[in-house]
């Protein structure tokens, strides 16, 4: 590339900037100026080896000095501008032997088969079109010198690889009826008219149309045609611009709207539509703004930028241009050149004023654009220096690109990247044809159809032809047939229209191993994946496979949702499982799930680790990583990856379960259990637990039957399905005890502590915590921390205040000892509850504050709620009404998220008496028998037992219903043991004794 640029500036400078720029078309590296020196120094040290050109180092560049006779291109130019000035000056047989010469000079496209930056691009195009022009002037020689054969055989082959050189086409055509045959002259003829109009979407030039009609009326044609013709000049003074509203006509010609037609279905982008025509508006005063629309196939781009542009066109009425360059069709992208030629057409130019050469085009396409306000677009545009030549540089036009790749260039702006219809724009495009009345009967039916179709236009249009095209069909049935599974890509075709065919075009451009990337990451169940994640599917190094995303991003065959985290549409999920039917396809899919499994789970034990470590080793058994390259790559470092990857974690463990790799599942599943116990993600528990219990099962693992069991119940507790707690901490216990598991079975009876408290034996609770501390499998105070916290909540709900804080207490010792956040900021919280009981609201104050610090720092959000509560107790009793009542609405917001009602009756009960204290009496009765219907509706005795003391307590003291609430409570405080009982007793009694002196007095009477 340093040689080829030196090359062709030949004898002139070339600067560092230009090479750095040439060599690296997008970021330069930090060494770029050092890496170009380097190139440069070698070669200068080849050429003195072997005599070669002398290469100079000059101020901010290089100088190579070959001789002419050395450089095959100089010759080439040389002799074809010798061979046009012959030809220009009658002297055919010299421009003979100069055409001879340079053809055989020539070698082929400059530097092909490299990737070339801008320089040398424009360089190669302008030699391609010389050499295009040296073809056709030959074959004029041939011609002239009666050589028809040879110059029918040329100008065939020429048109082969070249089908839109008008010029080629007319000699063809003229060569055909000098040797006899006017019929294949006629369908050469049509071949161009069909080439030109269905391809570039314009009509003939007058040269073509002339001799149709003379070889159709036998009239003689000429073989030499002018010699001006195949070296147009200038085209003569720039007229005036035209004044604003006024359509241009210049020289006869009058540029028309070229546009397609509208698409009158034209659903959403509103908003979109409307902030480009205003940023278009304002900067076509200055320039000619760009706008480059990109997206993934089927999503509309073309029918939104001709949509724009007839928006755009009352504004800039001299021209409305459109040319499809093919980026993306199948066939080879249309050249640059003839684009200019389709557009300069579209302006009215005739054929034969328009330059062989393309710089001298594209200088021509400059001035016609000079005078007018234009809008042009570039539809399905393959790159950014397919584009680059086609951009007006005076103010006054606007341009549309669309393309399915990424175009970046700094000629432009930052490209719009088009998103799929909304739901409501898509069920109004599905009615647009099926029906609006049909649509409306069934209207749930219509979303699922849209769902399905992922909400791409493309798929939406052809879905409603599905339902045109049948009348008798519900919008049910198609849904039905689009939910039937691997069926939605093949249900989307109408004729030769799939959405399969759209996202070929995009992939099949690809070299094989990004390909076979994309057919891999389909693999992935979740919502999104990152490169780590891509990398263990195919197997393949990091940086390699980050390179190979941004390869699929710029075809829009992924979506980046944030820097380095990618994920695949519907549809395109789809697409790329069916690309992967084949056996060895098959074959690899597997053994990918296995490393993406894998990868995962280890990155996920990893993380987990920093909330609970030895339990879960223990529990994992985990051999060492395929892919330890890969891990501590994804962002964020911390447990923070489990909370972005939550929902891929419950996807992988239900998409393990179904591929049998119930190792795998149960193993995941209990890596993510700490983090969604302390996050409050109960559900996630019981799906991703209800799952591995049963692949455990299945497999006859009884050792992870056991974990399940336990991690169930933990869930189970704090939904406040204590029944279904027992049950799975009973079966956790047996199973432990059958396989003389000691120490998971004490951990297991230490989880029981919590149940029987809930549910009101809170004797049992305390008798059997104070049990098994005094057990300690092995000699160590195993789970020692938990035991403590129970016991602390047990002796506090039985009035055993002291004792109580004596528990906790030594809990915060070891939390603190262990450096374990998470016990830190409970043992915290659960001091703080007891200091309430105690009357110590301030300290109970400061206690809870310094509690929620640390989870706000480290995001652990576990037993938030009654924090929050306790803090709204102690506000209450400080006087500071307000803040507590804020606190216990905060605090029931986080347990209605959690899913915790025994939280969330305790809650209910404690705003109750806050609101009373406020004057809100109703409000007070109405949370106080909604923490009753709660605490009910899960059997949770205490809350019931404070809900209808509190009850009782609004009601008229005389009242029968205010006694019976009284009775039921006093029945529920006895039962369970709390503290409560005595007070109420003691008012019951009074109760009693007031009813009986009042029978007496009634009795005298």
Request: with cysteine.
């Amino acid at each position: 590339m340093v040689l080829a640029m030196l090359a062709v500036h030949g004898g002139r400078i070339v600067t560092v900037a230009s090479l750095v720029d040439e060599l690296w078309l997008d970021e330069p590296p930090r060494s770029a100026v050092a890496n170009v020196r380097t190139y440069a120094a070698n070669l200068r040290r080849t050429f003195e080896t072997h005599r070669g050109p002398a290469l100079s180092r000059l101020a901010g560049g290089y100088r190579l000095e070959p001789t002419n006779e050395s450089m095959d291109l100089v010759v080439f130019e040389y002799l074809v501008e010798a061979a046009a000035s012959a030809w220009a000056s009658g002297e055919i047989d010299a421009a003979d032997r100069l055409l001879t010469r340079s053809e055989h000079v020539w070698r082929g496209p400059l530097v092909a088969g490299l990737q070339v930056g801008p320089i040398l691009s424009a360089r190669r195009a302008a030699l391609d079109e010389q050499h295009m022009s040296a073809i056709e002037l030959w074959a004029r020689v041939d011609l002239c010198l009666g050589r028809i054969r040879s110059a029918i055989a040329a100008l065939t082959d020429h048109i082969v690889a070249h089908p839109y050189r008008e010029q080629a086409h007319a000699l063809l055509a003229r060569a055909r009826y000098a040797d006899d045959d006017p019929a294949g002259a006629l369908a050469a003829i049509h071949r161009a008219e069909s080439a030109l109009a269905e391809h570039l979407g314009i009509e003939p030039g007058g040269e073509l149309q002339a001799l149709r009609q003379r070889i159709m009326d036998r009239e003689p044609i000429s073989l030499l045609p002018e010699p001006s013709a195949s070296r147009p000049g200038p085209s003569g003074p720039t007229p005036h611009r035209a004044r604003r509203g006024e359509t241009l006509v210049r020289e006869g010609r009058m540029a028309g709207n070229h546009l397609p037609r509208p698409v009158v279905d034209f659903v959403g982008r509103r908003q979109l539509a409307a902030r480009l025509m205003a940023e278009t508006e304002a900067a076509s005063q200055h320039t000619s703004p760009v706008c480059v629309i990109d997206g993934m196939a089927g999503g509309g781009k073309t029918a939104f930028a001709v949509h724009l542009a007839y928006q755009l066109a009352s504004r800039h009425p001299d021209a409305q241009l459109f040319v499809d360059l093919r980026g993306h069709s199948g066939g080879v992208p249309l050249e640059s050149a003839d684009a200019l030629t389709v557009l300069l057409r579209q302006l009215g130019v005739p054929a034969g004023r328009i330059p062989t050469d393309h710089v001298r085009r594209a200088e021509l396409w400059e001035r016609e654009l000079g005078y007018r306000r234009a809008v042009i677009v570039l539809d399905n545009a393959a790159s950014r220096d397919q584009v680059r030549a086609l951009l007006p540089a005076a103010p006054g036009s606007v341009v549309l690109v669309t393309s399915r790749r990424r175009l970046s260039t700094a000629d432009v702006g930052p490209p719009v990247s088009l998103p799929v219809l909304t739901a409501d724009e898509a069920v109004q495009l599905l009615a647009r044809t099926a029906g609006q009345n049909r649509i409306e009967r069934e209207p749930e039916a219509a979303v699922e159809v849209v769902r399905r179709c992922g909400h791409l236009p493309l798929a939406v249009r052809l879905a409603r032809g599905h339902l045109a095209h049948r009348p008798s069909w519900r919008v049910a049935d198609l849904a039905h047939r689009l939910s039937v599974s691997g069926t939605v890509l093949r249900q989307l075709a109408v004729e030769q229209q799939t959405v399969a065919s759209a996202f070929a075009a995009s992939y099949e451009p690809l070299d094989e191993p990004v390909k076979r990337l994309f057919r891999l990451v389909s693999v992935h169940p979740g919502a999104h994946f990152d490169v780590a994640m891509a990398a263990a599917l195919a197997n393949l190094p990091f940086d390699p496979v980050e390179a190979m995303l941004n390869d699929l991003l710029d075809q829009h065959l992924i979506e980046e949702i944030e820097p380095g985290r990618y994920r695949l549409h519907d549809l395109m999920r789809q697409y790329s499982a069916e690309l992967s039917q084949a056996p060895d396809e098959a074959r690899d899919r597997g053994e990918a799930a296995h490393r993406l499994l894998d990868h995962v789970l280890h990155e996920s034990a990893g993380r987990a680790e920093q909330l609970e470590s030895s339990a879960l080793r223990a529990h994992v058994r985990l051999d060492p990583p395929r892919r330890p390259d890969l891990l501590g790559r994804s962002d964020p470092p911390d447990v923070e990856w489990l909370e972005r990857e939550r929902s891929n974690l419950v996807a992988l463990i239900e998409f393990a379960e179904r591929g049998s790799l119930h190792s795998y599942a149960w193993r995941l599943a209990r890596s993510m259990w700490r983090f969604c116990y302390i996050r409050g993600y109960f559900d996630d528990i019981l799906v991703t637990h209800g799952f591995d219990l049963a692949a455990a099962e299945k497999n006859g693992d009884r050792a992870a039957q056991a974990v399940m069991h336990n991690y169930l119940a933990s869930a189970c507790t704090r939904t406040g399905s204590y029944l279904d707690s027992l049950r799975h901490l009973e079966a956790a216990v047996f199973i432990s005890r059958e396989l003389g598991d000691h120490f998971n079975e004490h951990r297991y009876r230490a989880n029981l502590v919590v149940v029987h408290w809930l549910t009101g034996n809170l004797a049992q609770a305390v008798d059997l915590r104070q049990q098994l501390l005094r057990e300690r499998p092995g000699g160590a105070a195993v789970e020692s921390i938990l035991a403590l916290a129970n016991l602390g909540i047990a002796l506090a709900n039985m009035g055993r205040y002291e004792e109580a804080i004596r528990a906790h207490r030594m809990h915060l010792f070891m939390a603190r000892c262990r450096g374990s956040q998470y016990d830190i900021s409970n043992a915290l919280g659960h001091i703080a509850a007891v200091e309430n009981q105690l009357g110590h609201f301030a300290k109970a104050v400061r206690l809870i504050t310094a509690s929620l610090r640390i989870r706000d720092r480290t995001g652990h959000r576990f037993g938030e709620a009654e924090a929050r509560n306790d803090l709204g107790i102690a506000y209450r009793h400080l006087g500071r009404l307000d803040a507590a009542r804020e606190q216990h609405e905060l605090a029931l917001e986080l347990a209605v998220d959690s899913g915790e009602r025994h939280v969330q009756s305790a809650v209910w009960n404690d705003l109750a008496t806050t609101l009373a204290v406020i004057g809100s009496t109703d409000g007070a009765m109405a949370a106080h028998r909604r923490a009753l219907e709660l605490a009910t509706r899960i059997a949770h005795p205490y809350e019931q037992g404070r809900a209808l003391v509190a009850l009782a307590d609004h009601l008229d003291d005389e009242s029968d219903e205010a006694l019976r609430y009284r009775r039921r409570a006093l029945a529920i405080f006895g039962r369970i043991g709390a503290p409560e009982r005595w007070d109420l007793a003691r008012r019951l009694a009074g109760d009693d004794t007031a009813d009986r002196a009042g029978a007496r007095s009634s009795g005298t009477g």
